[in-house]
């Protein structure tokens, strides 16, 4: 069974740092894309990274283009989500799933396809 476990949100300032985490189990980590969402109270979940750890392959929304970077870590089946210069609009529940798509912005287009979401982690950016 693919599953995902986020962690490392918190409470930051503005133009603070987050380091999230997202192991994953039960799939071969290699062949699958593991993409980041969150979702602000009363919208939508929206995309925000994605990897593909096979390959290297990333992609980013506009909105965190400079400011997150997405790595992984093969050997411990990790996703990690640098977040730098923190808004307060960046603030909301952050998933990561796991499918075989590739990683590219139409993995954004539709989160309701994704069968293994985390339970999700809270950031907070105060102003």
Request: glycine content about 12%; overall charge negative.
């Amino acid at each position: 069974e693919v599953q995902v476990v986020e962690s490392g949100g918190g409470l930051v300032q503005a133009g603070g740092s987050l380091r999230l985490s997202c192991a994953g189990s039960g799939f071969t980590f290699d062949d699958y894309t593991i993409g980041w969402f969150r979702q602000a109270p009363g919208k939508e979940r929206e995309g925000v990274s994605c990897i593909r750890p096979g390959d290297g392959s990333t992609v980013y929304a506009d909105s965190v283009k400079g400011r997150f970077t997405i790595s992984s870590d093969n050997a411990k089946n990790t996703v990690y989500l640098q977040m730098s210069s923190l808004k307060p609009e960046d603030t909301g529940i952050y998933y990561c799933t796991a499918d075989l798509r590739y990683c590219s912005l139409s993995y954004f287009y539709t989160p309701d396809d994704y069968d293994s979401w985390g339970q999700g982690t809270q950031v907070t950016v105060s102003s």
